[in-house]
């Protein structure tokens, strides 16, 4: 028994030197062991033959380079004696550039000038009357001027000139609400640019974490701690990491390049100054709804416009009635050779074209008004719902992330970097958990600019839509299609 123990404690001293036929080196770590660096090279370079790995020490695989291409003048700029632009100052220079509200104020210098016109009188007609000319190698048998005017009954006049008063009051209702819509479109792209611009810096965090992870694996590469499938998968979540930090600049140029449009002017790179943070009580529906239902620009709109189709209504029931029209005029008789005067009086007789069809249609527009008002309280208190739903929903997470998930995510962070400082934990992990903490604070602020993006809706009675074509006072279908405004 004491032969067979010596043997093998001597097989086990001899084969270190004895593997393969090889006689391996003192330190093998001290003479193989490259130089620790995040040098870039292309992905899947001087890859190891099977041949090779096991039997001597192999270059890990190089870091990816970031060659993708990239949008210019991505960045803000950060220079600390540019002027940076507030929300408030923002919203000024929209109402002075945005050229939807200079459109939406012409509507109304629109429909008062067709008030002006809907109100003139008839302008009288003037005319030179020859009758028989050349009869007995005369000039004629009489010849004269009269003059004719039309006499507007039925007060068609006034009522048509408080038709287009009525439209022009519909239109200033709308031009508030095409306000509404600017600023708030304004407001929208202003926090989801300054929650932007920080993710993106919270993106830089992942990236240099991403590198921190190569390098930590590379390093246990070299001491045989990891091997290549490792260092492949690092250089992997480095070259995500990236193209995630390239998407968050590319949304910090599209959110910019948004609001500049918006506030009318071709602004590159602002500096922005706001912020983020949750202020005041959360907001009740049935609060909203009632302030909304009394004060929403689109349904003042709505009421007006059926008090415009009133009045179109009682105008088209007296356009039946027929004016007068008198004539008259003076003229030489060279038959007679005497000076006479001539009178006419005619009138329309009303027999078949009572405007009954005109009449029918101006009843219908009155009745489809008031199923819009009513459409436009519902569709309002459907919107309002799916808008505080996500109103909502934001309040409760940046509530609970604030109070609960990201001093949690913050602690466990600290405690990593405590235990990694003690020898009790691997840095992998500690770099995980900073990973960790810093999604739940993108995730945070993703939140906080959902929160006021609804917030600022639903102050804002749901309207948006600051650069499309603001609406007109007549809706598809009404009746605006005649000669001359009535």
Not at 19 to 24: A, I, Y
Not at 346 to 359: A, K, M, V, W, Y
Not at 379 to 395: H, K, M, N, Q, S
Not at 413 to 419: A, D, F, K, N
Request: glycine share 6%.
């Amino acid at each position: 028994m004491s032969a067979i123990l010596c043997i093998c404690l001597f097989a086990t001293l001899l084969l270190p030197t004895c593997v393969h036929g090889q006689t391996l080196p003192d330190n093998p770590s001290l003479e193989r062991l490259p130089a620790l660096g995040l040098d870039e090279g292309p992905l899947g370079s001087e890859i190891a033959s099977p041949s090779q790995i096991g039997r001597e020490f192999v270059e890990p695989p190089p870091v990816p380079a970031s060659t993708a291409p990239r949008w210019v003048d991505s960045m803000p700029i950060t220079d600390e004696c540019a002027e940076p632009y507030t929300l408030d100052l923002l919203l000024t220079l929209a109402c002075e550039n945005n050229p939807t509200l200079r459109q939406a104020q012409l509507h109304i210098t629109a429909e008062l000038a067709k008030a002006q016109q809907a109100g003139l009188y008839p302008n009288p007609v003037a005319s030179y009357v020859a009758e028989q000319i050349g009869l007995a190698g005369t000039a004629g048998e009489w010849q004269g001027a009269e003059v004719e005017q039309r006499f507007v009954t039925a007060g068609k006049l006034t009522l048509s000139r408080s038709k287009y008063h009525q439209r022009a009051r519909v239109a200033e209702h709308l031009a508030v609400a095409q306000q509404f819509r600017v600023c708030n479109d304004v407001r929208v792209h202003f926090y989801r640019s300054l929650a932007a611009l920080e993710i993106l810096d919270l993106h830089r965090e992942l990236v240099k974490t991403a590198e921190d992870h190569v390098l930590t694996v590379r390093e246990m590469y070299n001491l045989g701690q990891a091997n290549r499938a490792e260092a492949h998968q690092a250089n992997a979540m480095l070259q995500r990491q990236r193209l995630k930090l390239m998407k968050a600049e590319n949304e910090v140029r599209k959110q910019v390049v948004e609001l500049t449009a918006l506030v009318g002017l071709d602004m590159v790179n602002p500096l922005l100054a706001g912020s983020l943070d949750l202020e005041g009580d959360p907001i009740d529906f049935e609060a909203a709804y009632a302030r909304i239902i009394q004060c929403s620009p689109e349904l003042l709109a709505a009421y007006t416009k059926l008090r415009e189709d009133a009045i179109t209504l009682e105008r088209e029931s007296v356009e039946w009635v027929p004016d007068i029209v008198v004539s008259g005029g003076a003229g030489y008789n060279h038959v007679d050779q005497q000076t006479s005067a001539a009178a006419r009086v005619s009138i329309e007789i009303p027999l078949f074209d009572r405007n009954q069809g005109t009449i029918n249609q101006a009843q219908a527009d009155y009745a489809r008004q008031r199923n819009e008002i009513r459409r436009t309280r519902l569709d309002l208190r459907r919107r309002l719902g799916t808008e505080y739903e996500r109103y909502l929903t934001a309040y409760q997470h940046v509530l609970e992330y604030q109070s609960v998930i990201l001093p949690a995510k913050q602690e466990a962070y600290r405690i990593s970097l405590e235990s990694y400082r003690d020898n009790r934990a691997e840095w992998p992990d500690v770099l995980n958990t900073q990973e960790d903490y810093t999604q739940a604070r993108i995730e945070n602020i993703m939140q906080q600019a959902d929160l006021h993006v609804s917030e600022s809706l639903i102050d804002g009675y749901l309207l948006h839509g600051g650069l499309e074509t603001p609406r007109g006072p007549v809706p598809d279908g009404h009746i605006d299609s005649v000669p001359k405004p009535r």
